[in-house]
């Protein structure tokens, strides 16, 4: 069974800097590309930024670009967001998503953390 | 980059009834869509992919459709366990898109 377990989720300051982990397990994680999707309170669904299998190719979106970086490291099983410069519209419940096929950055994905709450606020 | 549209907004239905949801991308993404069930505190459920394959384990009473720019996804027979949020999501480039969700209510 596919888990994945997100952590890291903190009340940082405007202006501040957090990083995410997410632990993944039940699959061979260094096949698939892994994304993280946010979701302010009581909003949509926003897809924030996707690494390859291979953490070759990275992707962000225009309103976390220069902000924040994804990594990982397959030979823990985990995946990574660094958040830097951290505003009040970055607050929200941050899942992180693997894709459902293996070997490409397809960008739809097939399982999902439970998400972890980011609070931007002075 | 590719804005993603669904309408309505909100819908409300009743046990047993049919019901469509519209997604629209404001440019071509072939078939390159999926659509997903989210539930309130829960993450996100992948039903369709590829604008009409449905994902395995999920009920055969949901369907997706379409292709280019618009797209449906029909519960053929409303179940209490339907009433929930559903997103599209377009992923034919790599800056993946969500629509604004639809509401399903009673």
């Known amino acids: 069974e596919v888990q994945l377990l997100e952590s890291g989720g903190d009340l940082v300051q405007p202006g501040g800097s957090l990083r995410l982990s997410c632990a993944a397990s039940?699959?061979?994680?260094?096949?698939?590309?892994m994304s993280w999707v946010r979701q302010a309170p009581g909003k949509g669904l926003e897809w924030v930024s996707g690494?390859?299998?291979?953490?070759?190719?990275?992707y962000y979106a225009d309103s976390v670009k220069g902000r924040f970086s994804i990594s990982r490291d397959n030979s823990k099983n985990t995946l990574y967001l660094q958040m830097n410069s951290l505003r009040a519209e970055d607050a929200a419940v941050y899942y992180c998503?693997?894709?459902?096929?293996?070997?490409?950055?397809?960008?739809?994905?097939?399982?999902w953390g439970q998400g972890t709450l980011v609070t931007v606020s002075s | 980059d590719i804005q993603m549209t669904q309408s309505p907004s909100t819908l409300s239905a009743s046990v047993g009834d049919r019901v469509t949801i519209t997604c629209r991308a404001s440019?071509?993404?072939?078939?390159?869509l999926a659509w997903y069930q989210q539930k309130p505190g829960k993450a996100p459920k992948l039903l369709i992919y590829?604008?009409?394959s449905l994902e395995s384990g999920v009920p055969s009473r949901f369907g997706g459709t379409g292709s280019g720019t618009e797209f449906t996804l029909t519960i053929s027979s409303l179940q209490p366990d339907d009433f929930a949020t559903y997103y599209c999501?377009?992923?034919?480039?790599?800056?993946?898109?969500f629509g604004p969700g639809t509401k399903v209510d009673i």
């Open positions: 690494i390859t299998d291979s953490a070759s190719t990275t």
């Open positions: 039940g699959f061979t994680f260094s096949d698939y590309a």
């Open positions: 998503a693997k894709d459902h096929d293996a070997y490409v950055f397809g960008g739809w994905f097939d399982s």
């Open positions: 999501q377009q992923y034919s480039d790599y800056s993946p898109a």
């Open positions: 590829k604008a009409s």
């Open positions: 440019q071509s993404i072939s078939s390159w």
